[in-house]
């Protein structure tokens, strides 16, 4: 089955290019992807594969393979982009102002439309069915995952999978790792209100400036509090937003802050929450200001099944070779796959998409961000192969 799932992928690899190269020339933002979920649906159409349209933008499609009820595998593809200005000059550049596939779920969607050509010639050949799942919205809270869970779209799957580009690794590569995979991620939002006034009338305004700038420290410092406890997972807690709308001599009424605070350990987030309440309602007090905290929240810890894990890393062995696989860190970025791994059996794994002697080794979320092709037919077989080898 092996040596038929590379031979196909081989086969698909200048139309896999092709299909990445047209979603990358024209992006969708979050819940906008109304070219792409078209463009994917009709391949799909003329392929004769089952297929759905769960949400606006969200694709589900099965293939049955023999004794169908056997058992269901989900393969999950992200196919939305993000709100960057493309600077790389290619023929596939970015067709739509302020746009760009810079995560790489161009790749998902085409790896993943790759492993549906595959899958639909060998459905005599594997039981059980196989789900692909192709998901809007994974860059935007709530997260496109919620809304499809939502629609019902795991109902019937006994395990979920997906693979997401990792520049980190080599074109050729694949990574793994068991457990606690990728950190939770909250949004933090605060707002300090007060009297504005002139700077030089201390007793006619408050201090908002000052009881926001210790706040924001104070709340910092949590981060290395924590850090300092012996621990199996760290935890951040970062600002990147600070508006005070004043000027030299003038003391706004209102300053508000926004920041982030990611962590793998779910009890441990609430713990957090709790705490940066708590501070605030000190530092108000302190301050005789109003403090107005809302913590929006995110993805949760993102789990890879520890036994499931196992079963793909072993059998990306049989694929790639053992040489090629790879254990990579936990990573304190967040992904909406969380969702589906707090309600079955879930693993996502890295493919190796940078060749420095090509000169791909931009970053994700960069505007020059972009991929060896080469990885799109090791992916799409990949894919195919765990749906069906495990």
Same mark, same amino acid.
């Given at each position: 089955m092996i040596n038929r799932i590379k031979s196909l992928a081989k086969e698909l690899k200048a139309d896999i290019i092709d299909m990445r190269r047209h979603l990358h020339q024209f992006p969708g933002l979050s819940f906008e992807e109304y070219e792409s979920a078209q463009y994917i649906h009709a391949l799909l159409d003329s392929w004769n594969v089952e297929h759905e349209f769960v949400i606006e933008t969200g694709i589900v499609a099965r293939i049955e393979g023999r004794n169908p009820g056997k058992r269901t595998i989900a393969l999950r593809a992200d196919i939305d982009a993000l709100p960057i200005q493309e600077k790389n000059d290619c023929q596939y550049k970015s067709a739509v102002d302020g746009v760009m596939h810079a995560c790489g779920h161009d790749a998902h969607a085409a790896m993943l439309l790759g492993a549906? $050509?595959?899958?639909? &010639? %060998?459905?005599?050949?594997?039981?059980?069915?196989? $789900?692909?799942?192709? &998901?809007?919205?994974?860059?935007?809270?709530?997260?496109?995952?919620?809304?499809?869970?939502?629609?019902?779209?795991?109902?019937?799957? #006994?395990?979920?999978?997906?693979?997401?580009?990792?520049?980190? %690794?080599?074109?050729?590569?694949?990574? =793994?790792?068991?457990?606690?995979?990728?950190?939770?991620?909250?949004?933090?939002?605060?707002?300090? $209100?007060? @009297?504005?006034g002139h700077a030089a009338k201390i007793k006619e305004r408050s201090n908002t400036t000052v009881a926001a700038a210790k706040l924001l420290c104070a709340i910092s410092e949590l981060s290395s509090e924590f850090n300092k406890e012996e621990r199996k997972n760290p935890i951040i807690i970062a600002f990147g937003n600070f508006i005070a709308d004043g000027t030299y001599n003038v003391i706004p009424s209102e300053v508000t802050l926004k920041g982030t605070? +990611?962590?793998?350990?779910?009890?441990? +987030?609430?713990?957090?929450? #709790?705490?940066? /309440?708590?501070? !605030? *309602?000190?530092?108000? *007090?302190? =301050?005789?200001?109003?403090? #107005?905290?809302?913590?929006?929240?995110?993805?949760?810890?993102?789990?890879?099944?520890? !036994?499931?894990?196992?079963?793909?890393?072993? *059998?990306?062995? #049989?694929?790639?070779?053992?040489?090629?696989? /790879?254990?990579?860190?936990?990573?304190?970025?967040?992904?909406? =796959?969380?969702?589906? !791994?707090? $309600?079955? @059996?879930?693993?996502m794994y890295r493919i190796g998409t940078s060749n420095a002697e090509k000169g791909i080794v931009s970053k994700q979320h960069t505007p020059t961000f972009d991929i060896d092709e080469d990885a799109l037919e090791i992916g799409a077989g990949l894919l195919a192969w765990l749906a069906v080898g495990i």
């Open positions: 549906a $050509k595959i899958l639909a &010639q %060998l459905k005599d050949e594997f039981e059980g069915t196989i $789900k692909l799942i192709f &998901q809007p919205g994974e860059e935007k809270l709530p997260g496109g995952a919620s809304v499809m869970i939502e629609k019902g779209v795991l109902k019937d799957v #006994d395990v979920i999978i997906a693979q997401h580009v990792y520049p980190d %690794l080599s074109c050729g590569e694949v990574g =793994f790792h068991a457990g606690e995979y990728m950190a939770s991620c909250d949004e933090i939002n605060i707002t300090v $209100k007060g @009297k504005g605070m +990611r962590t793998f350990d779910e009890a441990e +987030r609430q713990n957090i929450k #709790d705490k940066i /309440k708590e501070i !605030s *309602a000190e530092m108000a *007090a302190a =301050f005789d200001v109003e403090v #107005d905290v809302f913590i929006e929240g995110g993805y949760p810890v993102l789990i890879n099944d520890v !036994s499931l894990t196992e079963s793909l890393r072993s *059998a990306a062995k #049989d694929f790639m070779g053992e040489d090629n696989v /790879k254990d990579i860190p936990q990573l304190m970025t967040a992904e909406d =796959f969380a969702w589906y !791994s707090h $309600k079955t @059996k879930a693993c």
